[in-house]
Protein backbone atom coordinates (compact mmCIF):
# COMPACT_ATOMS: atom_id res chain seq x y z
CA UNK A 1 0.00 0.00 0.00
CA UNK A 2 1.57 3.28 -1.00
CA UNK A 3 2.58 5.70 1.36
CA UNK A 4 -0.19 9.02 1.26
CA UNK A 5 1.11 12.45 2.76
CA UNK A 6 -1.50 14.88 1.81
CA UNK A 7 -4.20 13.97 3.46
CA UNK A 8 -6.34 12.90 -0.18
CA UNK A 9 -6.26 9.79 -1.53
CA UNK A 10 -7.31 7.41 -3.54
CA UNK A 11 -7.90 3.26 -3.13
CA UNK A 12 -8.83 0.55 -5.29
CA UNK A 13 -10.70 -2.55 -3.79
CA UNK A 14 -12.89 -4.16 -6.94
CA UNK A 15 -12.03 -3.76 -10.62
CA UNK A 16 -8.33 -3.52 -10.00
CA UNK A 17 -7.07 -6.64 -12.24
CA UNK A 18 -10.75 -8.17 -13.10
CA UNK A 19 -14.25 -6.40 -14.61
CA UNK A 20 -16.33 -7.20 -11.93
CA UNK A 21 -16.97 -5.56 -8.46
CA UNK A 22 -16.08 -2.03 -9.03
CA UNK A 23 -15.21 -0.35 -5.39
CA UNK A 24 -12.79 2.82 -4.99
CA UNK A 25 -12.78 4.50 -2.48
CA UNK A 26 -11.53 8.45 -1.99
CA UNK A 27 -10.89 9.91 0.80
CA UNK A 28 -10.56 13.49 1.45
CA UNK A 29 -10.37 15.82 4.43
CA UNK A 30 -11.55 13.38 6.72
CA UNK A 31 -14.67 12.52 4.33
CA UNK A 32 -15.03 9.18 2.56
CA UNK A 33 -16.94 8.30 -0.44
CA UNK A 34 -17.27 5.46 -2.34
CA UNK A 35 -17.38 4.92 -5.81
CA UNK A 36 -19.88 2.45 -7.44
CA UNK A 37 -20.18 -0.62 -4.57
CA UNK A 38 -20.53 -3.51 -7.43
CA UNK A 39 -20.90 -7.45 -6.56
CA UNK A 40 -17.85 -9.71 -7.63
CA UNK A 41 -18.99 -12.35 -10.01
CA UNK A 42 -16.37 -15.32 -10.22
CA UNK A 43 -16.10 -18.61 -8.61
CA UNK A 44 -18.69 -18.89 -5.86
CA UNK A 45 -16.14 -18.94 -2.43
CA UNK A 46 -13.75 -15.54 -3.70
CA UNK A 47 -16.75 -14.14 -5.01
CA UNK A 48 -18.69 -14.56 -1.60
CA UNK A 49 -15.43 -13.12 0.59
CA UNK A 50 -15.17 -10.22 -1.63
CA UNK A 51 -18.52 -9.28 -1.18
CA UNK A 52 -18.73 -9.51 2.15
CA UNK A 53 -15.77 -7.26 2.72
CA UNK A 54 -15.59 -3.75 2.06
CA UNK A 55 -12.14 -1.02 2.74
CA UNK A 56 -14.14 1.01 5.32
CA UNK A 57 -17.04 0.49 7.66
CA UNK A 58 -20.24 1.25 5.90
CA UNK A 59 -20.79 3.55 8.72
CA UNK A 60 -18.47 5.95 8.32
CA UNK A 61 -18.70 6.54 4.31
CA UNK A 62 -19.70 9.99 4.16
CA UNK A 63 -21.62 9.81 0.37
CA UNK A 64 -21.69 6.74 -2.41
CA UNK A 65 -21.54 7.73 -5.72
CA UNK A 66 -23.08 5.42 -8.69
CA UNK A 67 -22.08 5.15 -11.95
CA UNK A 68 -24.65 3.22 -13.39
CA UNK A 69 -27.27 0.19 -12.75
CA UNK A 70 -25.37 -2.97 -14.07
CA UNK A 71 -24.98 -4.89 -10.90
CA UNK A 72 -21.28 -5.26 -11.23
CA UNK A 73 -21.69 -1.30 -9.70
CA UNK A 74 -24.47 -1.64 -7.99
CA UNK A 75 -24.59 -5.17 -6.48
CA UNK A 76 -23.27 -5.20 -3.70
CA UNK A 77 -25.23 -1.89 -2.21
CA UNK A 78 -27.78 -3.72 -0.18
CA UNK A 79 -24.94 -5.56 1.71
CA UNK A 80 -23.51 -2.25 1.84
CA UNK A 81 -26.68 -1.39 3.76
CA UNK A 82 -27.80 -4.08 5.79
CA UNK A 83 -24.14 -3.53 7.31
CA UNK A 84 -24.96 0.08 8.48
CA UNK A 85 -24.38 2.29 6.04
CA UNK A 86 -25.95 5.56 6.49
CA UNK A 87 -24.55 8.04 3.83
CA UNK A 88 -26.94 8.76 1.05
CA UNK A 89 -26.16 7.15 -2.61
CA UNK A 90 -26.30 9.35 -5.64
CA UNK A 91 -27.00 9.03 -8.84
CA UNK A 92 -29.09 10.31 -11.81
CA UNK A 93 -32.65 9.71 -12.37
CA UNK A 94 -32.50 6.82 -14.75
CA UNK A 95 -29.87 5.19 -12.72
CA UNK A 96 -32.42 5.35 -9.46
CA UNK A 97 -35.09 3.81 -11.69
CA UNK A 98 -33.16 0.71 -13.05
CA UNK A 99 -31.33 0.10 -9.86
CA UNK A 100 -34.71 0.10 -7.92
CA UNK A 101 -35.37 -3.11 -10.56
CA UNK A 102 -32.01 -4.98 -10.88
CA UNK A 103 -31.20 -5.11 -7.06
CA UNK A 104 -34.76 -6.35 -6.19
CA UNK A 105 -34.48 -8.72 -8.87
CA UNK A 106 -30.92 -9.40 -7.85
CA UNK A 107 -32.01 -10.24 -4.28
CA UNK A 108 -34.72 -12.52 -5.78
CA UNK A 109 -32.16 -14.47 -7.30
CA UNK A 110 -29.99 -14.92 -5.03
CA UNK A 111 -32.73 -16.29 -2.34
CA UNK A 112 -34.45 -18.48 -5.48
CA UNK A 113 -30.69 -20.10 -6.69
CA UNK A 114 -29.62 -21.01 -3.36
CA UNK A 115 -33.30 -22.05 -2.68
CA UNK A 116 -32.82 -24.58 -5.75
CA UNK A 117 -29.10 -25.37 -5.13
CA UNK A 118 -29.93 -26.61 -1.48
CA UNK A 119 -32.59 -28.70 -2.77
CA UNK A 120 -30.31 -30.25 -5.33
CA UNK A 121 -27.74 -30.70 -2.84
CA UNK A 122 -29.78 -31.70 0.77
CA UNK A 123 -28.75 -35.26 0.69
CA UNK A 124 -24.80 -34.14 0.31
CA UNK A 125 -26.07 -31.55 3.13
CA UNK A 126 -24.43 -28.49 1.42
CA UNK A 127 -26.10 -25.63 1.47
CA UNK A 128 -25.45 -22.04 0.40
CA UNK A 129 -27.13 -18.55 1.65
CA UNK A 130 -27.85 -15.20 -0.67
CA UNK A 131 -25.68 -12.92 -0.04
CA UNK A 132 -29.10 -10.37 1.03
CA UNK A 133 -32.47 -10.09 0.40
CA UNK A 134 -35.21 -8.03 -0.82
CA UNK A 135 -35.79 -6.46 3.02
CA UNK A 136 -31.46 -5.36 2.10
CA UNK A 137 -32.76 -4.30 -0.94
CA UNK A 138 -35.26 -1.67 -0.11
CA UNK A 139 -32.55 -0.36 2.78
CA UNK A 140 -30.47 0.20 0.50
CA UNK A 141 -33.09 1.76 -2.45
CA UNK A 142 -34.23 4.48 0.28
CA UNK A 143 -30.75 6.14 0.45
CA UNK A 144 -31.02 7.05 -3.15
CA UNK A 145 -30.92 10.18 -4.33
CA UNK A 146 -31.33 11.38 -7.34
CA UNK A 147 -29.34 14.29 -9.44
CA UNK A 148 -29.79 16.35 -12.72
CA UNK A 149 -26.91 15.13 -15.52
CA UNK A 150 -24.38 18.35 -15.07
CA UNK A 151 -25.72 19.54 -12.31
CA UNK A 152 -23.19 19.78 -8.52
CA UNK A 153 -24.48 17.69 -6.22
CA UNK A 154 -22.31 19.05 -2.83
CA UNK A 155 -21.59 16.35 -0.10
CA UNK A 156 -19.68 15.05 3.04
CA UNK A 157 -21.24 19.18 4.05
CA UNK A 158 -20.24 20.84 1.10
CA UNK A 159 -16.19 20.34 1.06
CA UNK A 160 -16.63 17.78 -2.00
CA UNK A 161 -19.08 17.85 -4.94
CA UNK A 162 -19.59 15.66 -7.63
CA UNK A 163 -21.37 16.40 -11.35
CA UNK A 164 -22.72 13.25 -13.26
CA UNK A 165 -22.13 13.29 -16.96
CA UNK A 166 -23.31 11.18 -19.80
CA UNK A 167 -20.74 8.28 -19.95
CA UNK A 168 -22.84 7.12 -23.08
CA UNK A 169 -22.61 2.98 -22.15
CA UNK A 170 -26.73 2.63 -20.92
CA UNK A 171 -29.25 4.17 -19.99
CA UNK A 172 -28.50 6.17 -16.90
CA UNK A 173 -25.06 5.80 -17.23
CA UNK A 174 -22.53 8.66 -16.28
CA UNK A 175 -18.94 9.29 -15.39
CA UNK A 176 -18.57 10.84 -11.68
CA UNK A 177 -15.99 14.36 -11.81
CA UNK A 178 -15.15 14.32 -7.92
CA UNK A 179 -14.23 18.23 -6.87
CA UNK A 180 -12.45 18.49 -3.64
CA UNK A 181 -9.73 19.80 -1.28
CA UNK A 182 -6.28 18.75 -0.87
CA UNK A 183 -4.36 21.03 0.87
CA UNK A 184 -5.36 24.48 0.13
CA UNK A 185 -6.03 24.00 -3.72
CA UNK A 186 -8.41 21.60 -4.91
CA UNK A 187 -8.16 18.81 -7.64
CA UNK A 188 -10.79 17.11 -10.25
CA UNK A 189 -11.11 13.16 -9.89
CA UNK A 190 -13.32 11.65 -12.83
CA UNK A 191 -14.01 7.98 -12.48
CA UNK A 192 -15.05 6.93 -16.04
CA UNK A 193 -17.42 4.45 -14.72
CA UNK A 194 -18.15 2.28 -18.04
CA UNK A 195 -17.82 4.29 -21.31
CA UNK A 196 -20.07 3.97 -24.36
CA UNK A 197 -18.27 3.64 -27.79
CA UNK A 198 -18.49 6.39 -29.97
CA UNK A 199 -20.79 4.90 -32.42
CA UNK A 200 -23.11 2.89 -30.46
CA UNK A 201 -27.01 0.99 -31.58
CA UNK A 202 -28.38 2.76 -28.68
CA UNK A 203 -26.71 6.21 -26.44
CA UNK A 204 -25.46 9.10 -27.35
CA UNK A 205 -21.03 8.95 -27.31
CA UNK A 206 -19.96 10.35 -24.46
CA UNK A 207 -19.23 13.89 -23.10
CA UNK A 208 -15.74 14.34 -22.68
CA UNK A 209 -15.31 17.18 -19.75
CA UNK A 210 -12.20 19.39 -19.46
CA UNK A 211 -9.65 19.99 -16.77
CA UNK A 212 -9.11 16.67 -14.96
CA UNK A 213 -6.56 16.21 -12.62
CA UNK A 214 -6.64 12.48 -12.04
CA UNK A 215 -8.68 9.81 -14.36
CA UNK A 216 -9.90 6.66 -13.07
CA UNK A 217 -10.60 4.82 -16.59
CA UNK A 218 -12.17 1.64 -17.59
CA UNK A 219 -10.46 -0.89 -19.80
CA UNK A 220 -12.42 -3.60 -20.74
CA UNK A 221 -11.38 -3.82 -23.98
CA UNK A 222 -8.24 -2.16 -24.15
CA UNK A 223 -6.38 -4.77 -25.62
CA UNK A 224 -9.11 -4.91 -29.19
CA UNK A 225 -11.67 -3.15 -31.47
CA UNK A 226 -15.11 -3.82 -32.29
CA UNK A 227 -16.66 -5.19 -34.60
CA UNK A 228 -18.46 -2.80 -36.83
CA UNK A 229 -22.38 -2.57 -35.43
CA UNK A 230 -23.68 -2.46 -38.90
CA UNK A 231 -22.52 -6.10 -39.61
CA UNK A 232 -24.48 -7.57 -36.79
CA UNK A 233 -27.76 -8.22 -38.81
CA UNK A 234 -25.94 -10.03 -41.19
CA UNK A 235 -24.60 -12.36 -38.47
CA UNK A 236 -27.66 -12.90 -36.82
CA UNK A 237 -29.56 -13.92 -39.73
CA UNK A 238 -27.37 -16.58 -40.30
CA UNK A 239 -27.53 -18.07 -36.95
CA UNK A 240 -31.45 -17.84 -37.72
CA UNK A 241 -31.52 -19.47 -40.93
CA UNK A 242 -29.76 -22.25 -38.87
CA UNK A 243 -31.84 -22.64 -36.18
CA UNK A 244 -35.05 -22.50 -38.40
CA UNK A 245 -33.39 -25.35 -40.94
CA UNK A 246 -32.36 -27.25 -37.86
CA UNK A 247 -35.75 -26.76 -35.64
CA UNK A 248 -33.08 -25.79 -32.82
CA UNK A 249 -32.97 -23.15 -29.99
CA UNK A 250 -30.83 -20.32 -29.95
CA UNK A 251 -30.52 -19.02 -26.56
CA UNK A 252 -28.75 -15.44 -25.65
CA UNK A 253 -27.58 -15.03 -22.42
CA UNK A 254 -28.09 -11.36 -21.83
CA UNK A 255 -27.77 -8.55 -19.54
CA UNK A 256 -31.02 -7.24 -18.82
CA UNK A 257 -29.75 -3.22 -18.74
CA UNK A 258 -29.10 -2.77 -22.36
CA UNK A 259 -28.03 -5.78 -24.48
CA UNK A 260 -31.56 -6.91 -24.56
CA UNK A 261 -32.80 -3.89 -25.94
CA UNK A 262 -29.88 -3.62 -28.84
CA UNK A 263 -30.78 -7.02 -29.84
CA UNK A 264 -34.63 -6.69 -29.49
CA UNK A 265 -34.18 -3.35 -31.90
CA UNK A 266 -31.88 -5.47 -34.32
CA UNK A 267 -34.13 -8.20 -34.69
CA UNK A 268 -37.25 -5.30 -34.66
CA UNK A 269 -35.33 -3.56 -37.83
CA UNK A 270 -34.59 -6.95 -39.02
CA UNK A 271 -38.02 -7.91 -39.31
CA UNK A 272 -39.42 -4.89 -40.99
CA UNK A 273 -36.97 -4.87 -43.54
CA UNK A 274 -37.61 -8.35 -43.76
CA UNK A 275 -34.02 -9.85 -43.22
CA UNK A 276 -34.99 -12.05 -40.13
CA UNK A 277 -36.85 -15.19 -40.87
CA UNK A 278 -40.21 -15.93 -39.22
CA UNK A 279 -39.17 -17.49 -35.44
CA UNK A 280 -40.66 -16.78 -31.97
CA UNK A 281 -38.92 -14.21 -29.97
CA UNK A 282 -38.95 -15.04 -26.32
CA UNK A 283 -37.55 -12.47 -23.42
CA UNK A 284 -37.34 -14.67 -20.71
CA UNK A 285 -36.59 -12.49 -17.66
CA UNK A 286 -39.07 -10.31 -16.06
CA UNK A 287 -36.93 -7.65 -15.35
CA UNK A 288 -35.91 -7.20 -18.92
CA UNK A 289 -39.28 -6.34 -19.55
CA UNK A 290 -39.70 -3.61 -16.87
CA UNK A 291 -36.06 -2.35 -17.88
CA UNK A 292 -37.41 -2.15 -21.27
CA UNK A 293 -40.50 -0.06 -20.46
CA UNK A 294 -37.88 2.42 -18.59
CA UNK A 295 -36.49 2.14 -22.17
CA UNK A 296 -39.66 3.57 -23.46
CA UNK A 297 -40.12 6.07 -20.52
CA UNK A 298 -36.71 7.60 -21.55
CA UNK A 299 -36.61 6.83 -24.88
CA UNK A 300 -36.69 11.22 -26.05
CA UNK A 301 -34.42 12.33 -23.64
CA UNK A 302 -30.87 13.71 -24.11
CA UNK A 303 -29.48 10.24 -23.22
CA UNK A 304 -30.32 8.70 -26.49
CA UNK A 305 -28.14 8.57 -29.38
CA UNK A 306 -30.47 10.72 -32.55
CA UNK A 307 -30.61 7.99 -35.44
CA UNK A 308 -32.29 5.29 -32.60
CA UNK A 309 -34.71 8.44 -31.47
CA UNK A 310 -35.87 8.85 -35.07
CA UNK A 311 -36.44 5.20 -35.68
CA UNK A 312 -38.46 4.98 -32.74
CA UNK A 313 -40.73 7.55 -33.58
CA UNK A 314 -40.60 6.34 -37.49
CA UNK A 315 -41.42 2.68 -35.85
CA UNK A 316 -43.76 3.68 -33.07
CA UNK A 317 -42.78 0.54 -31.26
CA UNK A 318 -38.44 -0.17 -31.25
CA UNK A 319 -38.47 -2.62 -28.63
CA UNK A 320 -41.11 -5.18 -30.01
CA UNK A 321 -44.05 -4.90 -27.39
CA UNK A 322 -46.14 -5.90 -30.30
CA UNK A 323 -45.12 -9.22 -31.26
CA UNK A 324 -42.22 -10.40 -28.75
CA UNK A 325 -42.93 -12.84 -26.45
CA UNK A 326 -42.31 -11.48 -22.78
CA UNK A 327 -42.15 -14.16 -20.66
CA UNK A 328 -43.83 -13.39 -17.04
CA UNK A 329 -44.38 -16.77 -15.01
CA UNK A 330 -42.03 -19.33 -13.99
CA UNK A 331 -44.82 -21.99 -15.36
CA UNK A 332 -43.93 -19.85 -19.16
CA UNK A 333 -40.37 -20.11 -18.56
CA UNK A 334 -40.39 -23.76 -17.96
CA UNK A 335 -42.44 -24.50 -20.22
CA UNK A 336 -39.92 -23.04 -23.30
CA UNK A 337 -38.17 -26.25 -22.23
CA UNK A 338 -40.57 -28.34 -22.89
CA UNK A 339 -41.19 -27.35 -26.91
CA UNK A 340 -39.62 -27.34 -30.13
CA UNK A 341 -37.39 -24.93 -31.51
CA UNK A 342 -36.85 -23.44 -33.69
CA UNK A 343 -37.15 -20.16 -31.40
CA UNK A 344 -35.08 -17.61 -29.55
CA UNK A 345 -34.56 -17.14 -26.18
CA UNK A 346 -33.07 -13.94 -24.78
CA UNK A 347 -32.63 -14.41 -20.70
CA UNK A 348 -30.81 -13.28 -17.60
CA UNK A 349 -28.14 -13.33 -16.39
CA UNK A 350 -25.51 -12.18 -19.49
CA UNK A 351 -23.14 -14.09 -17.76
CA UNK A 352 -24.78 -17.32 -16.83
CA UNK A 353 -24.19 -16.74 -13.28
CA UNK A 354 -28.19 -17.01 -12.16
CA UNK A 355 -31.52 -16.29 -12.95
CA UNK A 356 -33.84 -18.01 -15.63
CA UNK A 357 -30.76 -18.82 -18.17
CA UNK A 358 -29.12 -21.32 -16.19
CA UNK A 359 -32.45 -23.71 -16.41
CA UNK A 360 -32.50 -22.86 -20.49
CA UNK A 361 -28.98 -23.83 -20.45
CA UNK A 362 -29.51 -27.14 -18.54
CA UNK A 363 -32.01 -28.74 -20.39
CA UNK A 364 -30.45 -27.51 -23.96
CA UNK A 365 -26.98 -27.77 -23.57
CA UNK A 366 -26.77 -31.61 -24.83
CA UNK A 367 -28.37 -30.62 -27.90
CA UNK A 368 -26.54 -30.32 -31.24
CA UNK A 369 -28.94 -27.97 -32.17
CA UNK A 370 -29.06 -25.48 -30.09
CA UNK A 371 -26.63 -22.71 -30.55
CA UNK A 372 -25.43 -20.09 -27.68
CA UNK A 373 -24.96 -16.95 -28.59
CA UNK A 374 -22.28 -14.97 -26.00
CA UNK A 375 -22.49 -11.23 -26.81
CA UNK A 376 -21.06 -9.62 -24.15
CA UNK A 377 -18.03 -9.56 -22.09
CA UNK A 378 -17.75 -12.92 -19.72
CA UNK A 379 -15.92 -12.31 -16.99
CA UNK A 380 -13.10 -14.98 -15.64
CA UNK A 381 -14.51 -17.86 -13.48
CA UNK A 382 -18.08 -17.37 -14.82
CA UNK A 383 -20.41 -20.32 -16.51
CA UNK A 384 -20.09 -17.72 -19.23
CA UNK A 385 -16.43 -17.51 -19.58
CA UNK A 386 -16.41 -21.58 -19.49
CA UNK A 387 -18.65 -21.84 -22.47
CA UNK A 388 -16.88 -18.96 -24.63
CA UNK A 389 -13.50 -20.59 -23.83
CA UNK A 390 -14.77 -24.25 -25.27
CA UNK A 391 -15.08 -26.28 -22.43
CA UNK A 392 -16.78 -29.92 -23.33
CA UNK A 393 -17.91 -30.17 -19.49
CA UNK A 394 -19.92 -27.86 -17.53
CA UNK A 395 -21.35 -27.26 -13.49
CA UNK A 396 -24.60 -26.06 -13.77
CA UNK A 397 -26.30 -26.03 -10.17
CA UNK A 398 -23.59 -28.03 -9.28
CA UNK A 399 -24.44 -30.94 -11.53
CA UNK A 400 -21.98 -31.64 -14.45
CA UNK A 401 -23.57 -31.42 -17.49
CA UNK A 402 -21.87 -32.15 -21.70
CA UNK A 403 -21.55 -29.27 -23.77
CA UNK A 404 -22.61 -30.43 -27.04
CA UNK A 405 -24.60 -27.27 -28.08
CA UNK A 406 -22.78 -24.54 -30.73
CA UNK A 407 -21.43 -21.84 -28.67
CA UNK A 408 -20.71 -18.73 -30.68
CA UNK A 409 -19.42 -14.97 -29.80
CA UNK A 410 -20.91 -11.79 -31.09
CA UNK A 411 -18.78 -8.74 -29.67
CA UNK A 412 -21.08 -6.27 -32.23
CA UNK A 413 -23.39 -6.06 -29.48
CA UNK A 414 -20.76 -3.91 -26.24
CA UNK A 415 -21.75 -1.12 -24.78
CA UNK A 416 -17.88 -0.86 -23.71
CA UNK A 417 -15.66 1.33 -25.74
CA UNK A 418 -13.03 -0.21 -27.20
CA UNK A 419 -9.25 0.89 -27.67
CA UNK A 420 -9.76 3.09 -30.15
CA UNK A 421 -12.42 4.67 -27.97
CA UNK A 422 -10.66 5.08 -24.80
CA UNK A 423 -7.42 6.15 -26.63
CA UNK A 424 -9.66 9.08 -28.53
CA UNK A 425 -11.38 9.70 -25.25
CA UNK A 426 -7.91 10.41 -23.34
CA UNK A 427 -6.88 12.27 -26.22
CA UNK A 428 -9.91 14.24 -26.29
CA UNK A 429 -9.34 15.99 -22.35
CA UNK A 430 -8.05 19.17 -22.47
CA UNK A 431 -4.84 18.60 -21.12
CA UNK A 432 -3.02 14.77 -19.93
CA UNK A 433 -4.41 13.94 -16.22
CA UNK A 434 -1.71 13.98 -13.54
CA UNK A 435 -2.21 10.04 -13.08
CA UNK A 436 -4.28 8.36 -14.90
CA UNK A 437 -5.74 4.93 -13.10
CA UNK A 438 -6.68 1.76 -15.14
CA UNK A 439 -9.73 -0.01 -13.49
CA UNK A 440 -12.52 -2.62 -14.85
CA UNK A 441 -10.08 -4.58 -16.98
CA UNK A 442 -8.55 -7.82 -17.06
CA UNK A 443 -4.59 -7.83 -16.46
CA UNK A 444 -3.41 -8.09 -20.25
CA UNK A 445 -5.92 -5.31 -21.25
CA UNK A 446 -5.01 -3.01 -18.99
CA UNK A 447 -1.00 -3.60 -19.36
CA UNK A 448 -2.04 -3.33 -23.13
CA UNK A 449 -3.36 -0.07 -23.06
CA UNK A 450 -1.19 1.50 -20.70
CA UNK A 451 1.18 0.54 -23.58
CA UNK A 452 -1.01 2.25 -25.77
CA UNK A 453 -0.63 5.79 -24.07
CA UNK A 454 2.73 5.30 -23.38
CA UNK A 455 3.32 5.35 -27.42
CA UNK A 456 1.27 8.09 -27.20
CA UNK A 457 3.32 10.17 -24.84
CA UNK A 458 1.41 9.56 -22.21
CA UNK A 459 3.12 8.35 -19.55
CA UNK A 460 1.92 8.71 -16.36
CA UNK A 461 -0.24 5.64 -16.15
CA UNK A 462 -0.86 3.22 -13.32
CA UNK A 463 -2.51 -0.21 -13.13
CA UNK A 464 -3.02 -0.77 -9.70
CA UNK A 465 -3.76 -3.65 -7.13
CA UNK A 466 -6.14 -4.47 -5.32
CA UNK A 467 -6.47 -2.68 -2.29
CA UNK A 468 -3.14 -0.42 -3.25
CA UNK A 469 -3.96 3.49 -2.15
CA UNK A 470 -2.14 6.35 -3.73
CA UNK A 471 -1.56 10.08 -2.95
CA UNK A 472 -3.72 12.42 -4.73
CA UNK A 473 -1.48 15.64 -4.79
Known sequence: MAETTSGAKIGFFGAAGEVTGSRHLIEANGKKILLDCGMFQGHRRESIDKNRSFPVRPAD?????????????????????????????????????????????????????????????????????????????????????????????????????????????????????????????????????????????????PEIPR???????????????????????????????????????????????????????????????GAAQDIPVYVDSPMTLSITELFNKYKDTFAFDDRFKAYAEMD??????????????????????????????????????????????????????????IVGYQAQGTLGRRLQDGANKVRIFGLEHDVAARIETMHFFSSHADKGDLLAFVKGLSRPPRKIFLVHGDPKDRAAFAETLKAEGIPQTVCPDFGQTFDLE
Open 61 to 205: LDAVLLSHAHIDHCGGLPLLAKKGLKAGIYCTAATKDLASIMLMDSARLQEADAKFFNKVHQAEGIRIDPLYTEEDAKLALNKFKACDPGAEAHLAGGTISAKFLNAGHVLGSAMVLVNLPVGAERRRVLYSGDLGRRASILMRS
Open 211 to 273: DVDYLVMETTYGDRLHEPVDDAEARLETVIKRAIAEKGKVIIPSFALERAQEIILILDKMLRS
Open 316 to 373: GDPFGFDYINYVRTKEESQALNETDGPMIIISASGMCEGGRVLHHLRNNIDKENTTIL
